[in-house]
C-alpha cells in the first residue's frame, strides 16, 4: 500500500502541493476558475516550518486512526484493505473531535462547510496530486515502509 | 468456553467488543443493553432533535455488526446486580448471566434534582434517542421551551430547540455557560454566540418550581421570576449508573474505580465510560470524564485486556469538542485556575473582534489544559502534549503562534518519525 513521504531536505516550502491540493479537490480543477468558486477549495496538507526547514503535513492514514476512534458520527472508518482513513461527508455534523485528536495536527477544519480537511491520496487519480506538484521531487509516493518496532 | 458479558452497548461497549474479537474469535461474547435500541450514535440526538441529520445517520454499527461479530445482543434489559463471587449478574426480569469476565460501561444517566413539578409530563432528560424521539413528538404542539443547565448537553438541548423554531430559555445556576469546560472569558464568546442565534441565557439563577396541572404552563426560577414553558429539559449534569455494584466487593468512589488496566477491583470485572472513575492524567487525581472519546479509549483497552493483553491505560482527561452555530469549542483538560493554585503558568491570546480565543495552562513546563475558540487548528498537538507529557521548554514560545505544529514537538514525541526523510 502506497504512502506519502517527504524528502524535507528538499523541500523549498514553495506551497506548489498545497496549491494542487486545494485545484484537485475543486470543483473545477482549473486554478482560475477554481479561485472564483462559490466556496474556495482549501488544501488538505500544509507546509510548515521548523529550524530551517520545511514540513507538509497531511493525513497520514494511521494504522490506528485516533480521529476513527473520536468520530462520534462514525463518519470516520478505517478502510484496512485500502490502507486509509475514510470520511463519510454525509454523516460528519462537523463535531470537530477529529481534529482536537489529531496527533499530528493534520486534520483542519473547514468551519463554513462544517468539514474536517484531511488528505484523501487523491483516491480517484493515479497518485496523489502534490506528488507531480513538487517541482524538487521531494514528496515521494511510495510502497510503505514497515518499521520494525 | 470463555464468556464475555459487556453491559452497555454505547461508545464503550462497542469498541470493547471490538477489541474482544479482534483477538478472539471464538468465545461467547454478550452485550446487554436496558435500552430498546441498536447501538447508535448518543452525542447525535441533539442534531436529530434539530432536524440537522435523518434517524438512519444516528445508527453507529450497521444491523449486521452484530451478527458478523458473533455477538449476542440482549435489549431492553436491565442488570441490576453484579455477583463477583459466583461470577453472575442478574437482570431485572430475573434471568441471570455467568461469566469469564465481565465489562461494566452501563454509562450514566440525567441527574433529576428535587424540584417541585419536575416529574410533570413535558420533563425530559436529555440522554438517549428514547428522550430525543419524545421531545420530538411534542414540537408541533410546543412555543416555549426552557431548558435547565447550561453545559455541553443543554447547549445542544437548546441549539436543537431552536432550531425546531421553539422559543428556548436556558435555566444556567452559575454565572457563566459551559462552567464544567471553559473559564468566565470564554464561556462569554460561547454565550454571545447563542445569544446572536436567538437563545436566550438566564444566568446566576436556579429553578424553584415547575407550574401547571398535569401539562406544564411555566417555571418559576428562586428569583420570583416566571417563564412561560411547556416543555422542558433538564441537563443539570449526569450520574454514573452503578447501582448494580453496590454492596459488592467492587470499589466504588464517585464512579466504579478502574486501574491502569481498566480493571476494577476485582481482577475479571473491568470498566469503561461513563460510569468508571479512572486516572485524571491533569488533574493528578480518580474522576469520571463521562466523554465519547474517552469512553471509546478506555472500551478498546478493557476489551483488549479482557481477553488476554496487559494493555496499559495512561489515564484520561477533559477533551471536549462542540461546534456553536459556526463557532468551533475545544477544551482539554485543565480550564481553569483556582484562586489559591500555585506553580501554574497561563499563555493566552483573546480577540473578541475576531472571536478567537486560545489558552494554554502549564505545569512543571509540562501542558495540562488548553482551550480554542475560533481557531482550533492543531488543537489535536496540545492533546498530545497533554497526554504524552512533554517538556515544552524549548518552544514554549511558539505554542500560541499562528505555525506553530507537529514540526515543533515532532523530537519530543514517543513515537518515531517515519514519512520526513
Not at chain 1, 48 to 58: D, R, T
Not at chain 2, 381 to 400: A, P, Q, Y
Request: proline residues 3%.
Amino acid at each position: 500500500m502506497k504512502q506519502l513521504y517527504y524528502d524535507v531536505k528538499k523541500c523549498l516550502g514553495c506551497k506548489s502541493c498545497e496549491i494542487a491540493c486545494a485545484l484537485a479537490h475543486s470543483v473545477t480543477n482549473e486554478l482560475f476558475k477554481a479561485l472564483k468558486e462559490e466556496a474556495l477549495s482549501l488544501p488538505r496538507k500544509k507546509i510548515l516550518h521548523h529550524k530551517g526547514k520545511n514540513y507538509p503535513v497531511s493525513c497520514r492514514h494511521c494504522k490506528d486512526p485516533k480521529c476513527v476512534d473520536a468520530c462520534m458520527a462514525c463518519a470516520l472508518t478505517y478502510d484496512k484493505k485500502a490502507g486509509m482513513v475514510l470520511h463519510d461527508e454525509n454523516r460528519c455534523v462537523g463535531c470537530w473531535m477529529c481534529v482536537m485528536v489529531c496527533p499530528y495536527g493534520a486534520i483542519r477544519p473547514n468551519i463554513i462547510k462544517k468539514l474536517p480537511l484531511r488528505c484523501d491520496k487523491c483516491k480517484d487519480k493515479n497518485e496523489p496530486s502534490c506528488v507531480k506538484a513538487c517541482p524538487t521531487g521531494a514528496i515521494i509516493w511510495q510502497e510503505e515502509i514497515e518499521v520494525t518496532k | 468456553m470463555k464468556k464475555f458479558v459487556v453491559i452497555g452497548n454505547s461508545a464503550a461497549g462497542i469498541a470493547a467488543v471490538e477489541a474482544i474479537r479482534k483477538r478472539d474469535t471464538e468465545s461467547k461474547v454478550i452485550v446487554i443493553s436496558d435500552e430498546n435500541y441498536a447501538t447508535y450514535c448518543r452525542c447525535l440526538i441533539s442534531y436529530f432533535l434539530a432536524g440537522d441529520i435523518k434517524e438512519e445517520k444516528i445508527i453507529y454499527r450497521p444491523e449486521s455488526f452484530y451478527k458478523e461479530n458473533n455477538i449476542e445482543l440482549l435489549l431492553n434489559r436491565e442488570v441490576v446486580r453484579v455477583d463477583p463471587k459466583k461470577n453472575r449478574i442478574i437482570c431485572n426480569d430475573k434471568v441471570q448471566f455467568d461469566y469469564t469476565s465481565l465489562l461494566i460501561a452501563t454509562g450514566a444517566s440525567p441527574k433529576i434534582p428535587e424540584i417541585k413539578g419536575l416529574k410533570k409530563r413535558g420533563v425530559f432528560g436529555f440522554r438517549t434517542i428514547e428522550n430525543a424521539k419524545s421531545i420530538e413528538g411534542l414540537i408541533p404542539v410546543t412555543k416555549t421551551s426552557c431548558v435547565l443547565g447550561g453545559g455541553l448537553i443543554g447547549l445542544k438541548a437548546a441549539y436543537a430547540l431552536k432550531k425546531r423554531n421553539i422559543d428556548v430559555k436556558v435555566i444556567i445556576k452559575s454565572r457563566q455557560v459551559l462552567s464544567q469546560m471553559l473559564d468566565f472569558e470564554a464561556a462569554g464568546f460561547v454565550q454571545r454566540r447563542l445569544e446572536e442565534n436567538g437563545i436566550e441565557m438566564v444566568l446566576g439563577q436556579d429553578i424553584q418550581e415547575v407550574i401547571g396541572n398535569g401539562d406544564i404552563k411555566a417555571i418559576k426560577l428562586d428569583s420570583g421570576k416566571v417563564f412561560d414553558s411547556s416543555l422542558v429539559v433538564v441537563a443539570k449534569g449526569v450520574s454514573p449508573n452503578i447501582d448494580l455494584v453496590k454492596e459488592t466487593e467492587i470499589k466504588v468512589g464517585e464512579g466504579i474505580i478502574a486501574n491502569n488496566l481498566m480493571q476494577t477491583s476485582v481482577p475479571n470485572i473491568y470498566t469503561a465510560g461513563d460510569c468508571a472513575e479512572s486516572f485524571d492524567l491533569t488533574a493528578g487525581a480518580y474522576a469520571i470524564n463521562a466523554l465519547w472519546p474517552v469512553a471509546v479509549e478506555q472500551g478498546k483497552i478493557s476489551g483488549a485486556n479482557m481477553a488476554g493483553e496487559n494493555l496499559n491505560y495512561d489515564g484520561s482527561f477533559g477533551m471536549n469538542s462542540i461546534d456553536f452555530f459556526g463557532l468551533p469549542v475545544i477544551s482539554l483538560g485543565i480550564y481553569k485556575l483556582k484562586e489559591d493554585s500555585h506553580g501554574y503558568e497561563e499563555l493566552k491570546v483573546s480577540d473578541t473582534k475576531s472571536n478567537i480565543y486560545k489558552k494554554v495552562i502549564i505545569r512543571n513546563n509540562e501542558v495540562v489544559g488548553a482551550t480554542f475558540i475560533g481557531d482550533i487548528r492543531n488543537s489535536g498537538i496540545f492533546l498530545r502534549l497533554i497526554r504524552e507529557r512533554i517538556d515544552v521548554r524549548t518552544f514554549r514560545d511558539r505554542l500560541l503562534q499562528e505555525n506553530f505544529g507537529y514540526p515543533d514537538i515532532m523530537d519530543f514525541v514517543k513515537e518515531k518519525e517515519r514519512l520526513y526523510v
